[in-house]
């Protein structure tokens, strides 16, 4: 690690420890400060990623009272107006920052991405997670409405070119995540050291996470926080059915399914009768047709199973995080919990070790 990446963590790390004095007289951490809590105004470095069906203003809101960083999804509302009036709704339920997502990825109906990119200026946000596809085109319009622009990216070639066009922040999303974690297959543990020596912008660790533990080596490897996506779906205010709730509380690490892989699209999905139906169509041999896919895997089938808990109705993005998984908290339990596992290592195990 070259000396001022390593002074940054070294700095990151003194932050930490002074955020660990901010205790309530109920023993609740208040803040646990990096570069990027400082940035966004929030208390914790822990975001809640953009989730197609799960990311409302039930959840984005929940996360953000805990202090973490709420995101709704943009595309989950059907229309730019529907996604104002969620705007809206989730000012209604917190009054603290929030975020929306906007994941820019080829769709089978065509969807009016920069009607969205309007609302979502119009609408007053002021911090937008992007994914899917290079956001340039759209960072003159929220650059100029003071938009903090937060990029998720499968490598360290494309968080550099994240940084290079002007964007604030990186998501750094491993192999290990829910949805689409890219064709390189590269794991956080090389990634954040990566993104810890080349970038210069804050960045967050994303897939895997769901932890103290995961926090606290998140932090150690130079990132400014972590985003998480499948914990948060196991959270009492996650708007989905409790059997789909449960059905990741029972799996363990080995229960994803990578499908896609044959059409360079990969996606980590959970491991029902649906991915192995697909799977098994995928390993036909010569090309995979994607209309043979497609009616197993159609959106609104994924969106029924949420509401309905019918868990082989559709497929629905899990990363392996799953195995970590054993209850349903609520965000404010889950938050509190997490910091306070990561300043109990930083403080204890990390500073004993360092006091050698
Ligand atoms: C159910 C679900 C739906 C998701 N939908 C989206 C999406 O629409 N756009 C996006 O950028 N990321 C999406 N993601 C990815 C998350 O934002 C996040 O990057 C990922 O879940 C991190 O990995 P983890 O699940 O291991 O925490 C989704 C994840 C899940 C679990």
């Not at 000012?91 to 009607?115: G, Q």
């Not at 926080?225 to 029972?250: D, L, S």
């Not at 139906?277 to 197993?296: H, M, N, S």
Request: glycine share 10%; aromatic share 6%.
């Amino acid at each position: 690690m070259g000396y001022s990446a390593l002074m940054l963590v070294r700095d990151e790390f003194l932050q930490i420890q002074s955020g660990q004095e901010l205790l309530t007289n109920r023993g609740r951490r208040e803040t646990m400060e990096t570069r990027f809590t400082r940035m966004l105004g929030i208390k914790y470095p822990i975001v809640q990623g953009g989730m197609q069906w799960v990311g409302l203003a039930e959840l984005a809101s929940a996360v953000s009272n805990a202090g973490g960083l709420g995101i709704l999804t943009g595309l989950t509302q059907p229309t730019p107006e529907a996604l104002v009036r969620e705007i809206q709704r989730c000012r209604d339920m917190t009054d603290r920052p929030f975020a929306v997502n906007l994941t820019i990825l080829p769709t089978i109906k065509p969807v009016p991405y920069e009607e969205y990119a309007q609302a979502i200026v119009e609408a007053g946000i002021k911090i937008v997670e992007t994914a899917g596809r290079n956001p340039e085109p759209f960072l003159p319009l929220f650059k100029a409405a003071d938009i903090t622009v937060i990029h998720k990216c499968t490598s360290i070639r494309h968080s550099l070119k994240a940084e290079r066009i002007g964007c604030d922040v990186v998501s750094v999303d491993g192999f290990e995540c829910a949805g689409h974690p890219g064709e390189d297959d590269v794991t956080n543990m090389i990634l954040l050291p990566l993104a810890a020596r080349r970038l210069k912008i804050p960045f967050l660790a994303s897939g895997g996470l769901g932890d103290g533990m995961g926090l606290a080596a998140a932090l150690a490897m130079g990132a400014d926080g972590i985003n998480m996506g499948t914990r948060f779906m196991v959270t009492k205010e996650a708007p989905i059915h409790k059997k789909v709730k449960q059905a990741m509380v029972e799996a363990s690490e080995l229960d994803t399914a990578l499908i896609y892989r044959s059409l360079r699209n990969t996606a980590r999905v959970f491991k029902n009768n649906i991915a192995e139906q697909v799977l098994e169509i995928e390993d036909k041999p010569g090309a995979t047709d994607f209309e043979d896919i497609r009616p197993l895997v159609q959106g609104i089938k994924g969106r029924e199973l949420f509401e309905e808990g019918d868990l082989n109705r559709g497929i629905w993005s899990a990363g392996m995080v799953v195995g970590l998984i054993d209850d349903i908290p609520s965000c404010e339990d889950l938050i509190q919990r997490i910091v306070s596992e990561a300043q109990t290592i930083i403080n204890e195990r990390l500073q004993l070790m360092g006091s050698v």
